[in-house]
């Protein structure tokens, strides 16, 4: 049992994952922080047979925990940390004080993620009790670096684990995927984000001379025109359209009669398999190089896209949330980047099954505590459809 603060008359709180949730939340660990939660998991894996292997990089702990030493592997993969939980009087109870109220459970990573890791260890432990000879291996891979810079933890623990050529076979994430109902959306795949920073050069000098001034802001704008114009693609069956959108421009000659010298403009695509970046950088290389500009561009590539085809992970996916809650999953490719850019590109199939997330970063995040119960059910089943040994 825990403590929680519960008012009297809330239905007890008898359930293992929401037990394990409650204890995640009280540790602050936002990002790069895991403030003890992959310590807690891990000692709760290890009497269940799991053999948890911490590996740190710089200030980020991950943890990878595997119990079976055959394939296939299938892997819940997820975050500790949480985002920061902004100011506090927006917030009807503390952010690291799990709070039951009608039913739903309030604190921050209640959605995002902490009552997905919840749910995947909890499923684990008893889908291990009934199967203890369960087939192939069933392996975590956790890190407290999700939501922030990225580069110490799940991309890390990849490289570290293809280095000794461990590979995964399915992943399930247990990022927050469902829209309004537990299971009614399923990530089978992920867009690309592909950033630059534009610097145009050119020659500042005083407005009332245009013949020795060359204004990078006139440079720019057909340019920005036509990187708007242009139709990238049209989407397909799994991806909407690639976008392009400019999330910032600055130049400026510091008086309102000087003309600047040089402009900086930073932008965005999010883009679908049409698309590597590379190919996406070439065709916008070409594109500005075909105007009359001195400009430079520093790319950074936050994440290639992804796609998980029909396969046994999907259908045992889709099977487990329909038999727990009559939903027919819509298979999606919708939202931000997640940690499954970097277990895909080992050659895994990564799909994100994980509870509502309309209130994640958000003050008042909350979790349904039924939900946190049939996520713990569809994980199991998944783990049963899987592995079970015949
Ligand atoms: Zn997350």
Known sequence: MIDTGITAGEPGPDD??????????RRRSVTPEDAGCLELIAERLKPAGFTCEFMPFGEVSNLWARRGTVGPLLCFAGHTDVVLPGPIENWS???FEPDLREGRLYGRGAADMKSGLAAMVTAALQFVAAHPRHSGSIAFLLTSDEEGRAREGTKKVIEALSARNEAIDWCVLGEPSSREHLG??????RRGSLSAIATV?????????PEQVDNPIRRFAPVLDELHETVW?????????TSFQVVSIASDGGAPNVTPGELKARFNFRYSTVWTSETLKGKVEKLVSAHDIDCTLDWHLSGEPFLTEEGRLTEAVVKAVYEESGLRPELSTGGGTSDGRFI????????????VNASIHKPDENVSVADVASLTAMYRRIMELLLRAE
């Open 344 to 355: 895909s590109p080992a050659g895994a199939a990564v799909v994100e099954l994980g509870p």
């Open 201 to 209: 050069h050119g020659v500042e000098g005083h407005v009332a001379y």
């Open 16 to 25: 293992a994952a929401l037990d394990l949730l409650c204890d995640l939340i």
């Open 93 to 95: 109870s503390d952010p």
């Open 184 to 189: 009614d959306t399923v990530r089978i795949g």
């Open 233 to 241: 693609d049209e989407g397909n069956e799994f991806f909407p359209p």
